[in-house]
C-alpha cells in the first residue's frame, strides 16, 4: 500500500480496461467507464501487486503524477483535476474551482478575473481557423447569449444581441478595410473615385436619404461636390435632390460611364440596387464619405 500510494505515480489516467500484460507496481486511475476487473470501480488507484489488482478508493486531497498527461492530479472529492505541473507537455483541461470539458477546456469560476501585463502592455487574443469561422466574446444570462462581440461569421468587427439566445440582431458593424460602418438604420463609409471613372454604392434598404460629401484638398471648398439625396434603387428607381452643391448633379436613373454626365462636377444616379457616382472633374482621385439613413 505504501509503494501504491506514497509519491503516487500512474501511468495513465481514466483506464477503463485493465493494461493487457501488467508488470509489478503497474498503477492506473480507473476511467469513468470500467470494465472487466475494472467494473464499478470508477476513480479509483489500481495497483498490480502480487500478480492481482489492488484497489483504493481515493481521498480528498489525494495526488497523483499521470505519466500519459506529464501533469499532476488532485481528488477533490468528487474526481480528478489537474493542478498543471506540466513538463512534458500541456495539460488537456484546466479547471479553476470549476470542472472543465472538452469545449470549455479552461473553465474559470470567479467573481473576477485579471490578466495582468508583466513589464510592459497585455494583449488578450481570440484567433480563427477562416474568414467564414467566429472569433468573438459572447455575453450571457444563465448560458443563454444576449450580446456578442467580434468577429462572427465574417472578418467584419459586429456588435450583436439577442433577446432569446437564437435570434441575432446585428447593431453594429465595421468592414476590416474600415471604409463602411453599419448600424441598423444607418451606414457609413469612405469611397475613392478617379477622374472620368465611376464609384458603386450598395445601400442597405431599397430607399432612404443618402449624404455625399467630398474629402478632398481642404484647401478647395468641398461642399461643391456635395450633396444630400432622397432614393429608390428598387423597382420603381428614383433619385431627388435635397440638397446639391455647386459642382453635385443628380443624373437620376441615367446609366453612369465614366464619360455619360457632364464635365466639371460629380454626378449621381441610381441603378438597380445601387448608387453610382461619377468624376468628371480634378486630375486625380478624389476621397467621399457616404451616410445612407433609412
Do not use: C
Not at 493494461?19 to 467507464?33: F, K, L, W
Not at 466574446?137 to 450583436?160: C, H, I, K
Not at 446609366?255 to 448608387?275: C, H, K, M, R, Y
Amino acid at each position: 500500500m505504501l509503494d501504491a500510494l506514497v509519491h503516487a505515480s500512474v501511468e495513465t489516467m481514466n483506464a477503463d480496461t485493465p493494461p493487457p500484460g501488467p508488470a509489478p507496481g503497474t498503477r492506473v486511475i480507473i476511467g469513468t467507464s470500467p470494465n472487466g476487473i475494472f467494473s464499478g470501480k470508477t476513480g479509483q488507484l489500481a495497483a498490480f501487486q502480487d500478480a492481482a489488482w489492488a484497489f483504493y478508493t481515493p481521498q480528498i486531497g489525494w495526488v497523483v503524477w499521470a505519466q500519459d498527461a506529464a501533469a499532476l492530479y488532485v481528488f477533490d472529492g468528487t474526481g480528478w483535476t489537474t493542478t498543471g505541473g506540466n513538463t512534458g507537455g500541456p495539460p488537456a483541461t484546466l479547471g479553476v474551482n470549476a470542472t472543465a470539458d472538452a469545449i470549455n477546456r479552461l473553465t474559470v469560476a470567479s467573481q473576477a478575473s485579471l490578466f495582468n501585463h508583466e513589464g510592459a502592455g497585455h494583449r488578450l487574443k481570440v484567433n480563427k481557423a477562416d474568414e467564414t469561422d467566429t472569433a468573438s466574446v459572447l455575453f450571457q444570462n444563465n448560458f443563454s447569449g444576449r450580446a456578442e462581440l467580434g468577429l462572427t461569421g465574417s472578418d467584419a468587427f459586429q456588435l450583436r444581441t439577442s433577446a432569446d439566445g437564437s435570434n441575432w440582431t446585428t447593431q453594429l458593424s465595421i468592414s476590416p478595410d474600415h471604409k463602411r460602418l453599419e448600424a441598423p438604420g444607418f451606414i457609413t463609409g469612405q469611397f475613392e473615385v478617379s477622374p472620368n471613372e465611376v464609384a458603386t454604392i450598395i445601400p442597405p434598404r431599397p430607399s432612404g436619404f443618402l449624404f455625399i460629401v467630398h474629402g478632398g484638398d481642404h484647401n478647395y471648398p468641398q461642399i461643391l461636390h456635395s450633396g444630400i439625396f432622397l432614393f429608390d434603387v428598387g423597382p420603381s428607381r428614383m433619385l431627388r435632390s435635397v440638397y446639391l452643391g455647386d459642382q453635385m448633379r443628380n443624373k437620376g436613373t441615367a446609366l453612369l460611364t465614366g464619360t455619360a454626365g457632364p464635365s466639371g462636377g460629380t454626378n449621381v444616379a441610381v441603378q438597380d440596387g445601387e448608387i453610382q457616382v461619377e468624376l468628371r472633374a480634378f486630375s486625380h482621385r478624389q476621397p467621399y464619405t457616404y451616410a445612407f439613413v433609412s
